[in-house]
């Protein structure tokens, strides 16, 4: 299954999964354009594979900022993008309440993203989803320049949080 920029933008608007469900976030801090793949089949355990991308423009706002004079992708928005795309999985298996990060085990950054990069992908591996008390996630996660790893992600978990 795949999910266009269209989609995403629904996500980030809310009530895809349903009223008060997993949402990606908007404007500025959506990190994806495009789902190419979702299965809860596959991936390194073969409990679960997502795959996406992002498009990076030169233009991008972080890089006015993020270094002034030495423009860098922050690392932290490609984690973010990590523990959002494991909250879109947790929604798309239909669990409910909203998704929050709640923890990564270990994060190794080998590469940088620069405003000539193109494009990056992002894998999300399934671990373990758990149900009951408490709707959560935990994957492993990597974005990828020009297909080399440049952010590995251990141990992401993701958890769903409802008013009840």
Not at 104 to 112: D, I, L, Y
Request: proline share 4%; glycine share 14%; with cysteine.
């Amino acid at each position: 299954m795949k999910f266009s920029k269209s989609d995403i933008v629904t996500m980030s608007q809310g009530g895809f999964f349903g009223e008060g469900n997993a949402q990606l976030p908007s404007d500025q801090m959506l990190m994806i354009d495009e789902i190419s793949h979702i299965d809860t089949i596959g991936g390194q355990y073969n409990r679960g594979l997502l795959t996406a991308g992002l498009v990076i423009r030169p233009d991008d706002w972080f890089f006015a900022c993020h270094f002034q004079g030495d423009p860098v992708m922050p690392g932290c928005l490609g984690l973010d993008a990590l523990w959002q795309l494991l909250g879109v999985f947790l929604g798309w298996s239909g669990l409910p309440g909203k998704g929050r990060a709640l923890g990564v085990g270990k994060v190794r950054f080998t590469g940088q993203i620069y405003p000539d990069a193109k494009a990056i992908e992002y894998q999300v591996h399934i671990k373990r989803i758990i149900k009951k008390p408490l709707g959560m996630g935990i994957a492993d996660g990597m974005v990828l320049l020009n297909g080399d790893v440049i952010y590995e992600a251990t141990d992401l978990k993701v958890g769903l949080i409802t008013s009840a």
